[in-house]
Structures are given as structure tokens and as C-alpha cells.
């Protein structure tokens, strides 16, 4: 809930700061070469974002990663899920779109040569292999 929904005595505060730093959404340098968001958030090493609003920022990635699960219409049981929903929050969906041969076998039901898929890849061998590992053998056996 932010402060003007709560009827905050510095309303005035609120709309002066919002007016003066101007909104954006999208990552910035400010005029001093600041990488900044929203409205005027400094993103600097060493600076402290609060547990609050990196929750909201995993909340918001994670309803993307189901939307975008739910696009590709797969039906798989939960742990396998998992694993593809993990892939989008990490890749993204067109990432995970150019697992062509994966989601093939995905949709065959051959989770065998799905976690092959996946360990053939850029993702296993460069980016992030012990990752791929073990999601591969969740995919594999459909337990955690």
C-alpha cells in the first residue's frame, strides 16, 4: 500500500518528489550517470533495496513466468512444472522458446530426452550448469 493510499499527512510531499523526479519503468543514468527507476530509485552498488520491494519485484516476475508457462501450453505435474516455470523467471519466454527440441519432447511425454535437451544447450555447458543439472533431473524423474 503506498503512502497516498493510506491518506498520509504529506500528500503534497508525495506529489511535489513524484512531479519533480518524473516516473520511469525502465532503467536509466539520471544526469549525474546514476542508474535510476521509478521515481528517482538509485540502483548503485552498495545500495540496500528493501526486502519488501525485491519481494514485490519476485512476486511480479514470478505471475510473468506462470503467465508465459501457461502460453505454452503444456500440461505437466507439478515438479516438472516447475522446473519450465524456473527456466522462464531465468530465460525468459523466448529463452525458452528456442528449446524447440525440449518442448517437443515436452509434449510427447519423452521427459528422458527432454532433460537431454536441456543439458544440450548454452544454458547447461556456459550459463548456469549446475542449475541445469538439477533441474534436468527433476525433469527426468518428476520428483525433487
Not at 535510476?36 to 519485484?57: C, F, R
Not at 524447440?100 to 515436452?106: A, N, R, Y
Not at 555447458?125 to 525433469?139: F, G, S
Amino acid at each position: 500500500m503506498s503512502l497516498k493510499e493510506k491518506n498520509h499527512p504529506d500528500d503534497m510531499a508525495i506529489d511535489l518528489v513524484q512531479a519533480e523526479e518524473g516516473y520511469c519503468s525502465t532503467i536509466y543514468k539520471d544526469h549525474l550517470g546514476n542508474l535510476t527507476v521509478g521515481y528517482g530509485v538509485l540502483l548503485k552498488e552498495g545500495v540496500s533495496i528493501p526486502a519488501k520491494a525485491l519481494d514485490a519485484m519476485f512476486e511480479y516476475n514470478m505471475a510473468k513466468a506462470v503467465a508465459e508457462y501457461n502460453k505454452l501450453g503444456l500440461t505437466l505435474n507439478g515438479p516438472r512444472r516447475a522446473v519450465v516455470i524456473s527456466m522462464l523467471y531465468q530465460m525468459g519466454y523466448h529463452g525458452v522458446r528456442g528449446f524447440t527440441d525440449m518442448l517437443k519432447s515436452l509434449n510427447d511425454r519423452d521427459y528422458e530426452a527432454a532433460a537431454d535437451h536441456m543439458l544440450d544447450s548454452k544454458w547447461a555447458r556456459v550459463d548456469t550448469p549446475e542449475r541445469a543439472e538439477r533441474q534436468a533431473e527433476i525433469m527426468r524423474t518428476g520428483k525433487f
